[in-house]
């Protein structure tokens, strides 16, 4: 078993930078997102397609994201 | 390998596939998403799961001696065994398992540049077989406190200003706009970081493919904020991994003798009453 199509890209949610990092293994797509800067990840999905997992992922994402609180220093 | 003061920490993910079986030599990972082995991994390597093999699970703590030593006899691992150690995140908690090891006077561990990252982009053979070494004998030495910095150290640092005292985190984190990473759990009471410290966050050690600079771009990043090995430095993030990445770029890629990981980092310090906490932006050391 190999790590197929492997691919990574950025984008913006909630106004945070992830990076989106999706492969195949086997017949199954695998996503996880994470936020660039820090690198902590935030979702690990799975999908019959790139677009099903990178979808999930972006939704865990968008959840977590939404939580943090950004302070006027 | 890119002219690092110790190349012998240090192998690359062609090594790793050529040497994954040697009978000397154990393939580990550990991964922040303790999920990420069990998808497949380095055949042959076992998985170490930082939050409950690699610390005390009832206070906070490195891993005791005898749980430690109990760690490495059921992986197969003695004394004289080539540990290389990967791990997602370009190898956060894959460097805080390689600073638990050095404390407890293992000889002989590596990283595997580039980490499971690499590995995956570059279409490498993985697996989900979950190996069952046979045990070993293992005793450990120390712990080596040379090699971490606790609360009481940081403080007199912090008051005699003469070490170098890097923090890792990302900028937002440093000046205080958040109090963790986007999207994880907030465990500190106040933002900011500690005065005086040096915002060099861990990722600008490492290129796009998660390996770690050449040694020239890395004394320049670190050197252009006043870290240059002429006294000793302290690292710290929110909970000691992402500074071990760190730590080990310092002593180890670059050669510098005294440098601590302070593994209480923003989580502990950002919840002291009446520590002291620098908040926004600072100077470059330049200016």
């Given at each position: 078993m190999k790590?197929?199509?492997?691919?990574?890209?950025k984008?913006?949610v909630?106004?945070?930078?992830?990076?989106?990092t999706s492969y195949?293994l086997g017949?199954?797509?695998?996503?996880?997102?994470?936020?660039?800067s820090?690198?902590?990840a935030?979702a690990?999905t799975?999908g019959?397609?790139r677009e099903?997992?990178?979808?999930?992922?972006l939704?865990r994402?968008e959840q977590?994201?939404?939580r943090t609180h950004v302070r006027?220093? | 390998?890119?002219?690092?003061?110790?190349?012998?920490?240090?192998?690359?993910?062609?090594?790793v596939a050529?040497?994954a079986?040697?009978?000397?030599?154990?393939i580990?990972?550990?991964?922040v998403?303790?999920?990420?082995y069990d998808?497949?991994h380095?055949?042959?390597?076992?998985?170490w799961?930082?939050?409950?093999q690699?610390c005390?699970?009832?206070r906070?703590?490195?891993?005791?001696?005898?749980?430690?030593?109990e760690?490495?006899?059921?992986?197969?691992?003695?004394?004289?065994t080539?540990v290389?150690?990967?791990g997602d995140?370009?190898?956060?908690?894959a460097a805080?398992?390689?600073w638990?090891m050095?404390?407890?006077?293992?000889?002989?561990v590596?990283?595997?540049?580039?980490?499971?990252?690499k590995?995956?982009?570059e279409?490498?053979?993985?697996?989900k077989d979950?190996?069952k070494?046979s045990?070993?004998?293992?005793k450990a030495t120390g712990?080596?406190?040379?090699?971490r910095?606790?609360?009481p150290e940081?403080q007199?640092a912090?008051?005699a200003?003469?070490?170098?005292?890097v923090?890792?985190?990302?900028?937002?984190?440093?000046?205080?706009?958040?109090l963790?990473?986007?999207?994880?759990?907030?465990t500190?009471?106040?933002?900011?970081?500690?005065?005086?410290a040096?915002?060099?966050?861990?990722?600008?050690?490492?290129?796009d493919d998660?390996t770690?600079?050449?040694?020239?771009e890395?004394?320049?990043?670190?050197?252009?904020e006043?870290i240059?090995?002429s006294?000793p430095?302290?690292?710290?993030?929110?909970?000691?991994?992402r500074?071990?990445?760190t730590?080990?770029?310092?002593?180890?890629?670059?050669?510098?003798?005294?440098?601590?990981?302070?593994d209480?980092s923003w989580?502990?310090?950002?919840?002291?009453?009446?520590?002291?906490v620098?908040?926004g932006a600072?100077a470059s050391?330049?200016?």
């Amino acid at each position: 078993m190999k790590a197929e199509e492997y691919q990574e890209r950025k984008v913006e949610v909630l106004g945070w930078p992830v990076n989106l990092t999706s492969y195949r293994l086997g017949e199954v797509f695998h996503c996880k997102a994470d936020n660039v800067s820090p690198g902590a990840a935030l979702a690990r999905t799975t999908g019959a397609t790139r677009e099903e997992a990178e979808k999930k992922a972006l939704e865990r994402a968008e959840q977590l994201l939404g939580r943090t609180h950004v302070r006027v220093v | 390998m890119a002219n690092y003061s110790h190349p012998e920490t240090l192998v690359s993910t062609d090594w790793v596939a050529q040497h994954a079986s040697d009978p000397k030599t154990r393939i580990v990972e550990v991964d922040v998403d303790t999920k990420a082995y069990d998808e497949g991994h380095v055949p042959g390597a076992l998985g170490w799961a930082w939050n409950s093999q690699l610390c005390d699970t009832v206070r906070r703590d490195i891993l005791p001696k005898a749980q430690f030593e109990e760690l490495m006899a059921s992986s197969g691992i003695s004394n004289d065994t080539a540990v290389v150690i990967y791990g997602d995140n370009n190898n956060w908690f894959a460097a805080w398992a390689l600073w638990q090891m050095k404390m407890y006077g293992h000889k002989d561990v590596r990283l595997m540049n580039g980490g499971r990252k690499k590995w995956l982009a570059e279409g490498r053979e993985l697996s989900k077989d979950v190996p069952k070494p046979s045990r070993a004998n293992y005793k450990a030495t120390g712990p080596d406190n040379t090699l971490r910095a606790f609360l009481p150290e940081v403080q007199a640092a912090l008051s005699a200003r003469n070490q170098g005292m890097v923090d890792v985190r990302s900028p937002q984190e440093f000046t205080g706009e958040i109090l963790a990473p986007p999207g994880l759990p907030e465990t500190c009471q106040r933002g900011g970081h500690i005065p005086g410290a040096r915002n060099i966050p861990w990722g600008k050690a490492c290129n796009d493919d998660g390996t770690f600079k050449s040694a020239d771009e890395l004394r320049s990043l670190y050197g252009a904020e006043g870290i240059d090995g002429s006294k000793p430095v302290i690292a710290y993030c929110r909970i000691g991994e992402r500074s071990s990445h760190t730590w080990f770029v310092l002593k180890y890629l670059l050669g510098y003798d005294n440098v601590t990981n302070y593994d209480g980092s923003w989580t502990e310090w950002g919840n002291l009453v009446g520590a002291p906490v620098e908040k926004g932006a600072v100077a470059s050391a330049k200016a």
